[in-house]
């Protein structure tokens, strides 16, 4: 506060008349310790106060509120000496916290035995405030989810030493002098995903046992005229009541767990940041308590504002540099995106991890908590951008504080880590095409589209076969006759994966019956080479698969062999199933349009703004990750393959069970028998850099 005062010219500690050093130096230590009481004592009402205002505000508001406090310490100050107008208040407050914060976390981190006792303290007080059956008598599962992280990307960032602590887990981190390092603590298994590759069904599933009916991110649905969004609120709490309906069982978190961060309960009795609770008014919604529980302390507000503030500007830095450099493909990262990264990768990463780390000294039985920092940077800058790399260093650090934590926890820990989806890189389609997915139907329906897109050779080509299929002349003309027009369709985008309904026909519409109404919308769709192939029904052949050229397969017919999968053979042996399954669904869209997909290198065309992107078929987004303890009964036997988040599900429900000391209950869905999972790039045949081992590890907490 001294050489603060020293600095800034609207900041006084002394009487106008002057005071001697002695007198200045008292004020200083006057007004910092009413500044700390009173941070002690106020902050966090005021906190508890701003719960209503959303968590990006609070976390800007935090300035304005150290401010605040710092001018009501001064004014406690006898004889006027402590003044400061409210912009240098501000800029005091906030200084003044980080260096406490600063300071206070380097004589920790210095001092190891001072970290235990402080570690313990926090323990013993959590033990003595937790309720229900919290006992340390059987080891608690923390389930830690990455969202987004591929099974590639994490083996080539152990394999590049982006990430020493997964690496440790695995065996492959070198020892002093390069010498072995220790023994393999984990394993590692891919597992696949269902065709809808992202959050929302595959978290569904592995927290609530099934994601049946959520076909996409987001899809229309017809009974109710609604778009289903998996991150709105509202759409999250239906989701969930639907999955615990059909299951009959409240989640893979009942029984003394807590859900940290993610879009679905699970059945934990503690809650935070979960966004199906969210839409919830009045003390119900116990979502926004993490917050509180974080900001409360004003150093952990201070540190994370600031770390903020530098990742915008991070953000805002590298997005030039990639714009100056003409790096392709590349979208645009203004608005407000520089704000949502840095919330992402800061806020919501900092108060995640804070309640893990409460939930583990308070010794609570399962945790599953959901970092989604790599995810939203990968979307605008690559999986395997730099800008994605660094988030994987700074996620690792976070899991190596959770794991220094769990030691000092009152009960054992096995710590699990898992993936949701990958992502597959390429650039959008309208980047290479010059119109969106919605032009591309509207055009092939002989709907009017927007300029630009009908000066695309795509546009062009669509009316070209509109004309033809009408049997109408090829030259436009101003007086052309327009056909009658239904009601718009509504077209959806989830990643690579595209959704068409068509809203006046309360039923799913057939084959036959989108060929009547808009007899070249199927071919303009399949032939389009950025359009992998699409999912129709068909009233005389059911579920069927459309490709360039004619190409078309019956998914109940013989589809042994890359001629029998016809369109699906470059998305895997998997893929048939995948899809088979998303057309039983009562909400699937008149039309499922899957993306192009390179095989050589992994790229998809995203019908979203992401040059990173996941929600259908094809390369990594398909192939998360699973790594979990050696104490643990192994995911899949030998030769076994993990396929759908539902089979994820079993295996976390078994793993609960066993640490229970119950018999397991059987799997609910079946492991399917499968090759051995070979876990190399399909495109450089090189081993990983650590073996995955199978023999028992020793009773350890991680």
């Given at each position: ?38 941070s ?19 976390g ?51 001092d ?37 992280v591929?099974h ?17 887990w ?40 099934s ?22 609120p509202?759409?999250?709490?239906e989701?969930?009541?639907?999955a ?44 926004r ?20 503030v ?9 997005s ?17 995106y520089?704000l ?20 583990m000294?308070?010794g ?14 990968a ?27 769990a ?125 992998g ?39 895997g ?28 290198d ?30 643990l ?5 030998d ?30 869905a079946?492991?399917?028998p ?22 028992a ?6």
């Amino acid at each position: 506060m001294l050489v603060l005062a020293g600095i800034l010219p609207d900041f006084k500690l002394q009487s106008d008349n002057g005071d001697s050093s002695t007198r200045i130096a008292i004020t200083a230590a006057l007004g910092a310790g009413a500044f700390g009481l009173l941070s002690a004592l106020v902050w966090p009402l005021l906190v508890r106060a701003l719960l209503l205002v959303p968590a990006l505000v609070l976390g800007l508001l935090t300035f304005f509120l150290n401010g605040s406090v710092l001018l009501l310490a001064l004014r406690l100050i006898p004889d006027g000496r402590g003044d400061a107008n409210a912009e240098t208040a501000v800029v005091v407050a906030a200084v003044m916290s980080a260096v406490a914060s600063a300071t206070g976390g380097a004589l920790a981190v210095r001092d190891d035995d001072a970290y235990r006792r402080r570690l313990y303290r926090l323990a013993d007080r959590r033990r003595r405030r937790a309720e229900g059956p919290y006992g340390p008598s059987t080891p608690g599962l923390l389930f830690l989810q990455l969202d987004g992280v591929g099974h590639e990307v994490l083996t080539d960032a152990v394999r590049e030493g982006l990430m020493p602590t997964v690496a440790r887990w695995l065996g492959a981190a070198p020892g002093p002098g390069g010498a072995a390092g220790p023994a393999a603590t984990h394993r590692l298994v891919p597992w696949r995903t269902d065709w809808s590759s992202q959050t929302g069904a595959s978290q569904l599933a592995i927290l609530h046992g099934s994601n049946h009916d959520v076909p996409a991110f987001r899809w229309y649905e017809k009974d109710t005229g609604e778009v289903m969004v998996s991150n709105r609120p509202a759409s999250a709490a239906e989701l969930q009541r639907r999955a615990v309906a059909r299951t009959g069982d409240p989640g893979l978190l009942a029984d003394g767990g807590a859900s940290r961060g993610n879009l679905f309960g699970g059945g934990a009795d503690q809650l935070a940041l979960v966004l199906s609770v969210a839409a919830r008014r009045g003390r119900r919604n116990r979502s926004r308590a993490g917050y509180f529980a974080y900001f409360s302390d004003p150093a952990n507000a201070v540190r994370t504002a600031l770390s903020f503030v530098a990742e915008v500007g991070r953000e805002l830095a590298e997005s030039t540099r990639a714009r100056l450099r003409r790096r392709r493909p590349r979208v645009r990262r203004g608005g407000l995106y520089p704000l949502i990264r840095a919330f992402a990768t800061v806020v919501e990463r900092d108060v995640v991890v804070a309640a893990v780390i409460g939930d583990m000294l308070a010794g609570r039985a399962a945790v599953y908590a959901d970092l989604v920092a790599y995810d939203e940077v990968a979307h605008h800058s690559g999986p395997t951008s730099g800008d994605a790399r660094k988030v994987l260093r700074r996620l690792d650090r976070s899991l190596a504080l959770i794991e220094q934590v769990a030691d000092h926890a009152p009960r054992p820990y096995r710590i699990v880590l898992l993936s949701d989806h990958g992502q597959s890189p390429g650039e959008t389609f309208r980047a290479r095409y010059g119109l969106t997915l919605a032009d591309l139907v509207r055009a092939g329906s002989g709907l009017p589209v927007p300029r630009r897109a009908g000066r695309t050779h795509s546009g062009a080509e669509a009316r070209s076969a509109v004309r033809a299929a009408l049997r109408r002349p090829v030259e436009e003309g101003a007086g052309e006759h327009h056909p009658r027009r239904h009601a718009e369709p509504v077209v959806l985008a989830s990643g690579n994966l595209g959704l068409v309904s068509f809203p006046d026909v309360p039923h799913r519409m057939t084959r036959e019956e989108i060929d009547r109404r808009h007899p070249a919308l199927l071919t303009t769709l399949a032939n389009h080479p950025g359009i992998g192939f699409l999912l129709v029904r068909s009233a005389e052949h059911g579920a069927l698969v459309l490709g360039a050229r004619g190409a078309e397969i019956r998914l109940d017919g013989d589809l042994a062999g890359p001629e029998g999968l016809g369109p699906l053979a470059d998305f895997g042996p998997g893929a048939a199933d995948a899809v088979r399954r998303t057309d039983s669904f009562p909400h699937t869209a008149d039309i499922m349009v899957n993306s192009w997909y390179d095989p050589q290198d992994g790229e998809v065309l995203a019908f979203e703004e992401q040059i990173g992107s996941h929600g259908g078929l094809g390369g990594a987004q398909s192939l998360p990750f699973l790594l979990a303890p050696l104490a643990l009964s192994p995911a899949v036997e030998d030769g076994g393959e993990l396929v759908g988040a539902e089979a994820v599900h079993a295996v976390l429900r078994r793993w609960r069970e066993e640490e229970h000391g119950r018999a397991p209950a059987p799997a609910a869905a079946p492991v399917a028998p499968a090759a051995p999972v070979d876990i190399r790039r399909p495109d450089s045949g090189r081993p990983t850099a650590f073996t995955v081992a199978d023999h028992a590890a020793p009773d350890k907490t991680h």
